[in-house]
């Protein structure tokens, strides 16, 4: 018997003898479950809104919501506004708490929403150019989808295997989003529940997105020795014609870079990008290693900047985090604008069914500021072809970009030092100070100002006397911004199974710190430099440090000492010092992958369909942490909340407060310290770390023992507690001039005490604890809280207890 | 006349309750008179020489504990006042819970009085404490805190240091 698969098949029904029809997905389907009936299936496959509740309520229990409102009152309705100050209700019934609970949630959701409508778009796009049978391929590992397995049991194989999953991310969106409406859910605490459910899911979005563009679109496969691009505003050859790409979804992006290869344009035209598209086109086609067609401009914070540079000959746009004027501040530099996906269209008219001259015609005269074109093959020759036109008009026409010398100088004259622009930025930045030493000549106050402005440019709207400061910061710093050349890895995609297996027993134990994830965007509180500054500190101490998006580039705009990015200084396999940049945006599922493939591969565990076992192996035993120094994003909030459900610690920049909810825990409640030994069910205490799920630190210094302390597990043995507790008391020592104040509270045994400091520690617990110690064997005999057992199985639940 | 005015109740982006604008010496009084007083102290107060002088000032003058936020401990070592490292977010989380019984385990606190913090952080902090507690919190930086219940109005760094000054005199 022949046998068919998916995709069209027609034929002519005539003289035929036992003939048996069966269609296609429901054969698909049965072969499906017979080849997955030996699979073990945990008790949550596809879980809904409700099944993983109870996991969440137990974390809830521990990890406190933390509410801080940016208003104090609900506008949702025609009801309101309701008055909910001091937590009154308004007119519906809810309460400030539930309100911020379900505004929290909705911010989640539309993270989730944003990577898993890229994933959408992008499938859809791979199917159309591959098949639905195209192979999913991410490198050496047998679990290609961890999360997709985790959540819902499936281990796709192919781009079709995709395809149903997505299907199941959008029914979950759909539900979650129903509940913000008026009237449904009330209570704050299971707002949170659905929050955290929308945070999972987001992770399976992101999966989903970056397993089937790596498997499509020759990216590395996790790859360690993936090749290096040159990231920076200064790595731009703008005496040549600029294409610069803004956003987040490399479809477009993919003919453009081949067309140009073609046609051999590669060295005649520069094409850069901003934000997580520059990234995955620096990952297109080096699956081999061969260098990266596109240079990184940079992250959001560049955008404005970029253009306002008038660099950028033709922009192109596609999804998510690009600024809603584009198209404005371009067209005042006669830089076309073409729009490539309908989330961002800017109002253009759609020319995808028109000619390419025509459309070049209408762009190059100025007669339209921009277009519309979803003709991804059309627009690979359009783009070039209209940068190269562009670049000679523009030159032609001398489009004035920044001001001059001169103008600079009135520019700083003109400021009456009201400090308007100081209240308006969002970093309150000394622009009035810098603004003198601008009209004395000294730059050097806008050199300084150049790296902690975010290019919003609310202080040019706050100005009364009109100054574009945007410009003015970047006029005066363009010594800097020559200068601003780096190196970052291109995204590597996920950790493969080897590293997973030979460093998994180091995690666990805790021989191997740490974890510290540099996540998220570029609203950082003091510049860039602080994510160069964590790193750089965290691999000297051998923790493994991972990054992706917006992190990953700022990462790479410093060298140390030695002259080298830490990119070039460290490799970049996932082992203790080891530097892993996992791509884009939605390649931060490649990192709550990698620690779910260390309950599979080290512990065993079966993943499929099994969250809430993966994640209280995760929160009791995996030391992992996230950073999010600049989270801007609601993506970086849907990140961060599927991060808390899978039991990792996320600290946010300063910034991170405006997400206005925290999950902190109370290291003072000691009923809530305790935890099951799995081996016989008895209740054991635990050291209050992490003591928070989501939090915010003040400055990159407070952060530094905060990672250390937040990578401390119960499962650590005497050797993991000694090395983490070093780096804690160290990084305390190093960056807040103390011992840290609970210190003691992580010491099980003399053993657990760092080698180097053991007598003077003991000497300590003894005066100032009152702990009794054999000074002859230096033993502690009586005083600390838990005991030291390597082969305790600490866990938060109760039904994998075997009964004593 | 008709007093068209009197209950006016002003409602913008940011809610119905913002904080009442305070000058340095009234600040300084009813710092003075709060029974369980606590400091915190930001990071900030490390980028200006003279606004650290003065925060230790006031934590010695008023015999005020001081929270130590950001990594604002590494200027107050030594410095002869009662502080502790602590982070600001949990701090806030605690400061809403009736059962903590502070820094130094003798209850929780009365009245709170902010210094050297980034303006959007110590202002999104306060939301909480402003929301839920009773917990009355003073802010004497050189920005508008508008989650406060009293704050400084936005002045130049200059007028800050005065104003502190001021507000030391009548501690």
């Given amino acids: 018997m022949s046998e068919l698969t998916t995709g069209k098949f027609s034929m002519a029904i005539s003289d035929l003898e036992n003939v048996q029809l069966t269609i296609n997905n429901i054969v698909g389907a049965i072969e499906k479950e017979a080849d997955e009936i030996d699979v073990e299936m945990g008790p949550t496959v596809k879980p809904g809104v409700s099944s993983l509740r109870d996991w969440d309520h137990n974390i809830l229990d521990r990890y406190n919501p933390v509410y801080t409102p940016m208003c104090d009152q609900c506008c949702y309705c025609t009801f309101g506004p309701c008055d909910l100050s001091g937590n009154k209700e308004g007119a519906c019934g809810i309460n400030l708490e539930g309100h911020n609970a379900r505004e929290f949630m909705l911010r989640v959701i539309t993270g989730a929403a944003a990577h898993s409508g890229h994933g959408r778009h992008l499938l859809h796009h791979l199917i159309g150019l591959y098949g639905k049978d195209h192979p999913l391929d991410v490198g050496a590992t047998n679990i290609i989808a961890p999360n997709v397995q985790l959540v819902t049991g499936v281990s796709p194989k192919t781009l079709g295997d995709l395809d149903s999953v997505l299907s199941y991310v959008e029914e979950q969106i759909t539900q979650l989003l129903a509940a913000v409406h008026v009237g449904q859910e009330g209570a704050a605490i299971d707002f949170e529940s659905k929050a955290l459910h929308g945070g999972m899911i987001d992770h399976v979005g992101m999966e989903i997105s970056d397993i089937a563009q790596i498997s499509c679109?020759?990216?590395?496969?996790?790859?360690?020795?993936?090749?290096?691009?040159?990231?920076?505003?200064?790595?731009?050859?703008?005496?040549?014609?600029?294409?610069?790409?803004?956003?987040?979804?490399?479809?477009?992006?993919?003919?453009?870079?081949?067309?140009?290869?073609?046609?051999?344009?590669?060295?005649?035209?520069?094409?850069?990008?901003?934000?997580?598209?520059?990234?995955?086109?620096?990952?297109?086609?080096?699956?081999?290693?061969?260098?990266?067609?596109?240079?990184?401009?940079?992250?959001?914070?560049?955008?404005?900047?970029?253009?306002?540079?008038?660099?950028?000959?033709?922009?192109?746009?596609?999804?998510?985090?690009?600024?809603?004027?584009?198209?404005?501040?371009?067209?005042?530099?006669?830089?076309?604008?073409?729009?490539?996906?309908?989330?961002?269209?800017y109002g253009l008219k759609d020319r995808s069914n028109d000619s390419i001259e025509d459309?070049?015609?209408?762009?190059?005269?100025?007669?339209?500021?921009?277009?519309?074109?979803?003709?991804?093959?059309?627009?690979?020759?359009?783009?070039?072809?209209?940068?190269?036109?562009?670049?000679?008009?523009?030159?032609?026409?001398?489009?004035?970009?920044?001001?001059?010398?001169?103008?600079?100088?009135?520019?700083?004259?003109s400021c009456v030092h009201c400090l308007k622009c100081e209240?308006?930025?969002?970093?309150?930045?000394?622009?009035?100070?810098?603004?003198?030493?601008?009209?004395?000549?000294?730059?050097?106050?806008?050199?300084?100002?150049?790296?902690?402005?975010?290019?919003?440019?609310?202080?040019?709207?706050?100005?009364?006397?009109?100054?574009?400061?945007?410009?003015?910061?970047?006029?005066?710093?363009?010594?800097?911004?020559?200068?601003?050349?780096?190196?970052?890895?291109?995204?590597?995609?996920?950790?493969?199974?080897?590293?997973?297996?030979?460093?998994?027993?180091?995690?666990?134990?805790?021989?191997?710190?740490?974890?510290?994830?540099?996540?998220?965007?570029?609203?950082?509180?003091?510049?860039?430099?602080?994510?160069?500054?964590?790193?750089?500190?965290?691999?000297?101490?051998?923790?493994?440090?991972?990054?992706?998006?917006?992190?990953?580039?700022?990462?790479?705009?410093?060298?140390?000492?030695?002259?080298?990015?830490?990119?070039?200084?460290?490799?970049?396999?996932?082992?203790?010092?080891?530097?892993?940049?996992?791509?884009?945006?939605?390649?931060?599922?490649?990192?709550?992958?990698?620690?779910?493939?260390?309950?599979?591969?080290?512990?065993?565990?079966?993943?499929?369909?099994?969250?809430?076992?993966?994640?209280?192996?995760?929160?009791?035993?995996?030391?992992?942490?996230?950073?999010?120094?600049?989270?801007?994003?609601?993506?970086?909030?849907?990140?961060?909340?599927?991060?808390?459900?899978?039991?990792?610690?996320?600290i946010l920049g300063p910034h991170g407060s405006k997400y206005r909810r925290a999950l902190i825990a109370k290291p003072y409640e000691e009923e809530k310290w305790k935890v099951y030994d799995a081996r016989n069910g008895s209740e054991m205490q635990i050291p209050a770390a992490p003591d928070y799920l989501l939090t915010t630190a003040e400055t990159v210094e407070e952060m530094m023992p905060m990672l250390a302390k937040s990578c401390i597990r119960p499962s650590d043995n005497n050797m993991g507690r000694m090395i983490k507790l070093t780096h804690y008391i160290e990084l305390s020592q190093k960056y807040l001039g103390i011992m840290p104040e609970d210190w003691h509270k992580f010491v099980r045994t003399e053993t657990d005490l760092p080698l180097a400091k053991r007598e003077k520690l003991l000497k300590i617990l003894e005066k100032e604890h009152g702990w009794e110690i054999d000074w002859k064997r230096k033993k502690i005999l009586s005083g600390p809280a838990m005991k030291s057992d390597v082969s305790a199985q600490p866990t938060n639940l109760k039904r994998l207890c075997k009964e004593a | 006349m008709v007093d068209v005015i009197k209950n006016t109740q002003i409602h913008c982006t940011y809610g119905c309750k913002s904080s009442k604008a305070v000058q340095p010496d009234v600040a300084g009084k009813m710092i003075s008179k709060a029974k369980r007083p606590l400091f915190i102290v930001g990071s900030q107060i490390l980028k200006d020489e003279e606004l650290l002088k003065r925060s230790i000032e006031i934590a010695k003058k008023a015999d005020l504990p001081v929270a130590a936020t950001g990594h604002s401990m590494s200027g107050l070592v030594d410095q002869g006042i009662n502080a502790k490292y602590i982070n600001v977010h949990a701090l806030a989380t605690y400061l809403c819970d009736p059962n903590w019984t502070g820094l130094d385990g003798n209850g929780?606190?009365?009245?709170?009085?902010?210094?050297?913090?980034?303006?959007?952080?110590?202002?999104?902090v306060l939301s909480g404490l402003k929301s839920f507690s009773k917990i009355k919190s003073i802010a004497i930086e050189r920005e508008y805190i508008q989650n406060a219940t009293m704050s400084f109005g936005n002045i130049t760094p200059a007028v800050h240091i005065e104003a502190l000054d001021e507000l030391i005199e009548n501690l």
Avoid at chain 1, 217 to 233: T, Y
Avoid at chain 1, 259 to 264: C, I, P, Q
Avoid at chain 1, 312 to 330: G, H, M, N, S, T
Avoid at chain 1, 590 to 613: D, L, R
């Fill in chain 1, 359 to 413: 459309i070049l015609e209408d762009l190059t005269t100025g007669k339209e500021k921009g277009a519309l074109m979803f003709d991804y093959e059309k627009l690979g020759e359009l783009a070039p072809r209209l940068t190269m036109m562009m670049s000679e008009i523009r030159k032609q026409k001398g489009i004035k970009r920044l001001p001059t010398d001169e103008e600079l100088k009135e520019l700083a004259d």
């Fill in chain 2, 108 to 124: 929780q606190y009365d009245t709170i009085v902010v210094l050297g913090h980034f303006k959007y952080y110590i202002d999104q």
């Fill in chain 1, 423 to 650: 209240v308006a930025c969002p970093n309150s930045l000394p622009i009035s100070e810098a603004m003198t030493a601008l009209s004395e000549g000294d730059l050097s106050n806008f050199e300084l100002l150049h790296d902690k402005c975010i290019a919003c440019g609310r202080c040019e709207y706050a100005c009364p006397k009109d100054i574009d400061i945007v410009n003015v910061i970047e006029k005066s710093s363009q010594r800097v911004i020559s200068e601003e050349v780096g190196k970052v890895r291109v995204g590597r995609g996920p950790i493969s199974d080897p590293e997973i297996r030979e460093e998994g027993v180091n995690l666990v134990l805790g021989t191997t710190p740490g974890i510290v994830a540099l996540v998220g965007c570029s609203n950082y509180p003091d510049g860039t430099k602080d994510l160069f500054t964590i790193a750089d500190e965290m691999l000297r101490r051998s923790y493994i440090v991972v990054v992706s998006g917006c992190s990953a580039m700022d990462l790479g705009m410093y060298k140390g000492e030695d002259g080298m990015t830490l990119y070039e200084k460290y490799p970049s396999r996932f082992k203790s010092g080891g530097l892993l940049n996992t791509g884009s945006c939605v390649s931060n599922a490649h990192i709550t992958g990698a620690v779910i493939k260390v309950a599979s591969i080290f512990a065993q565990k079966n993943i499929s369909g099994n969250y809430e076992e993966i994640a209280d192996y995760t929160l009791n035993r995996v030391g992992a942490v996230g950073v999010a120094w600049g989270a801007y994003s609601q993506k970086a909030a849907s990140i961060g909340t599927g991060c808390s459900r899978l039991g990792i610690p996320v």
């Fill in chain 1, 217 to 345: 679109l020759d990216f590395p496969k996790s790859d360690e020795e993936a090749p290096l691009a040159d990231i920076g505003m200064g790595c731009l050859d703008s005496s040549k014609p600029t294409l610069i790409v803004i956003g987040h979804n490399v479809a477009a992006v993919t003919d453009i870079i081949d067309y140009m290869e073609d046609k051999g344009l590669n060295d005649k035209i520069e094409l850069g990008g901003l934000c997580c598209t520059a990234l995955d086109m620096t990952r297109y086609k080096t699956g081999d290693r061969t260098l990266p067609r596109a240079k990184v401009v940079g992250t959001l914070a560049k955008e404005l900047k970029t253009i306002r540079s008038g660099i950028p000959d033709v922009i192109i746009v596609d999804e998510q985090c690009i600024r809603a004027d584009v198209l404005k501040e371009a067209s005042k530099l006669m830089i076309p604008v073409i729009t490539t996906n309908d989330k961002v269209m």
